[in-house]
Antibody
Framework: QVQLVQSGAEVKKPGASVKVSCKAS????????ISWVRQAPGQGLEWMGW????????NYAQKLQGRVTMTTDTSTSTAYMELRSLRSDDTAVYYC?????????WGQGTLVTVSS | QSVLTQPPSASGTPGQRVTISCSGS????????VYWYQQLPGTAPKLLIY???QRPSGVPDRFSGSKSGTSASLAISGLRSEDEADYYC????????FGGGTKLTVL
């Protein structure tokens, strides 16, 4: 069965970086893209960007350009999202999702808390 | 402010039919597909409808989607208590944009 398992919760100070992993199983990793979506506490969904697991092409939300990097490791079927220069308003649950015809499978979410 | 506009709340009684609207513009809903996601409390979103009106396998046919012009709707028939959740619409607009979400309460 398709599963996306994300790394655990993180607490970071303002200005630091965080790297969240998303390990895929149950399907051919390189046949799909991975999108990252975040959700601030009590708020709606925000798309952060997409990466092709086939060739590593990326498309980032303009708002996060320059602060976010998405990568994949096809040897371990794992996607990564790194966010730098963290601010308090980056506090959110971060989700990875398999991307083809919509986001049909999601990770369980990773809470990233940015606090001094 | 969200790019797509949804009512913040909706409600219905068990067995009823409810609809949730999603209003956009020519650059998003008017020219691209609409997707709907259900988010139960404390869980990750779940894909309900893709490409305006297609249901992934496993999604009951009580859920249906439609689109007309720059607006879309999600209809839920035979409302059940387990449908109580937040519902989000999404569309492409040079990046993915969402509605602010509609909290559905089953009375």
């Amino acid at each position: 069965q398709v599963q996306l398992v994300q790394s655990g919760a993180e607490v970071k100070k303002p200005g630091a970086s965080v790297k969240v992993s998303c390990k895929a199983s149950g399907y051919t990793f390189t046949s799909y893209g991975i999108s990252w979506v975040r959700q601030a506490p009590g708020q709606g969904l925000e798309w952060m960007g997409w990466i092709s697991a086939y060739n590593g092409n990326t498309n980032y939300a303009q708002k996060l350009q320059g602060r976010v990097t998405m990568t994949t490791d096809t040897s371990t079927s794992t996607a990564y999202m790194e966010l730098r220069s963290l601010r308090s308003d980056d506090t959110a649950v971060y989700y990875c999702a398999r991307d083809l015809l919509g986001w049909d499978y999601w990770g369980q979410g990773t809470l990233v808390t940015v606090s001094s | 402010q969200s790019v797509l506009t949804q009512p913040p709340s909706a409600s219905g009684t068990p067995g009823q039919r409810v609809t949730i609207s999603c209003s956009g513009s020519s650059s998003n809903i008017g020219s691209n597909y609409v997707y709907w996601y259900q988010q139960l409390p404390g869980t990750a979103p779940k894909l309900l409808i893709y490409r305006n009106n297609q249901r992934p396998s496993g999604v009951p046919d009580r859920f249906s989607g439609s689109k007309s012009g720059t607006s879309a709707s999600l209809a839920i028939s035979g409302l059940r208590s387990e449908d109580e959740a937040d519902y989000y619409c999404a569309a492409w607009d040079d990046s993915w944009v969402f509605g602010g979400g509609t909290k559905l309460t089953v009375l």
